[in-house]
């Protein structure tokens, strides 16, 4: 694979991070710099290790992995979905009196990244078929998506004040359409 190829597959894996990233950079209260890239590193982190462990099980048994990884990420993004509309509505319901979040927890941001990553593993099963560098690939995948995240919580301090209390709902209704949307590309 040259480069080209690389970074063209990086980027279009680092698409959903992005996404994920701005809904949660518009749910927060003015994100941080260091937020940012916190959020960066964790979902550049896992999606340059995703790969990875998808080079190897594609050495392995890649039919399996092939088969239910679109159902673990669609089931993953449903549930972290669900669970920012619920708080939204919740939130909506008790007049805001919740506080305003800084910062969203690691095991959050460790679950979505797995999320939103089995595209990458996917990847790296059919990549353990082409004679290729998969560290070099990887860390790749992982730098892209960390800058893609990091913007995205940038960008989404940005678009959160514009829509208001809606920014929470609104993110939990595009995570719960981006789980759709890998059903909908494995069908």
Same mark, same amino acid.
């Given at each position: &694979?040259?480069?080209?190829?690389? !970074?063209? !597959?990086?980027?279009?894996?680092?698409?959903?991070?992005?996404?994920?990233?701005?809904?949660?950079?518009?749910?927060?209260? $003015?994100?941080? !710099? =260091?937020?940012?890239? =916190?959020?960066?590193?964790?979902?550049?982190?896992?999606?340059?290790?995703?790969?990875?462990?998808?080079?190897?099980?594609?050495?392995?048994?890649? #039919?399996?992995?092939?088969?239910? $990884?679109?159902?673990?990420?669609?089931?993953?993004?449903?549930?972290?979905?669900? #669970?920012?509309?619920? #708080?939204?509505?919740?939130?909506?319901?008790?007049?805001?009196?919740?506080?305003?979040?800084?910062?969203? $927890?690691?095991?959050?941001?460790?679950?979505?990244?797995?999320?939103?990553?089995?595209?990458?593993?996917?990847?790296?099963?059919?990549?353990?078929?082409?004679?290729? $560098?998969?560290?070099?690939?990887?860390?790749?995948?992982?730098?892209?998506?960390? /800058?893609?995240?990091?913007?995205?919580?940038?960008?989404? =301090?940005? /678009?959160?004040?514009?829509?208001?209390?809606?920014?929470? &709902?609104?993110?939990?209704?595009? !995570?719960?359409?981006?789980?759709?949307?890998?059903?909908?590309?494995?069908?």
């Amino acid at each position: &694979m040259n480069l080209y190829t690389t !970074l063209a !597959l990086s980027l279009a894996l680092s698409m959903d991070a992005f996404a994920v990233s701005v809904c949660k950079g518009a749910t927060l209260f $003015n994100p941080s !710099l =260091r937020e940012a890239i =916190r959020t960066g590193l964790i979902f550049g982190v896992i999606e340059a290790i995703t790969p990875i462990i998808g080079w190897c099980l594609g050495l392995l048994a890649s #039919q399996y992995v092939i088969k239910w $990884n679109h159902w673990i990420a669609f089931g993953l993004l449903f549930i972290l979905g669900s #669970q920012m509309i619920y #708080q939204s509505y919740h939130r909506a319901k008790n007049n805001n009196k919740s506080p305003l979040i800084h910062y969203h $927890n690691s095991f959050t941001l460790i679950t979505t990244a797995i999320a939103t990553s089995l595209d990458a593993m996917a990847i790296g099963v059919s990549l353990a078929f082409l004679q290729i $560098n998969i560290i070099h690939t990887a860390m790749t995948i992982g730098l892209m998506t960390m /800058i893609m995240a990091t913007l995205g919580i940038l960008l989404g =301090r940005y /678009i959160g004040p514009l829509l208001g209390k809606t920014a929470e &709902m609104m993110g939990g209704v595009t !995570l719960i359409m981006i789980g759709f949307s890998i059903i909908y590309q494995h069908i």
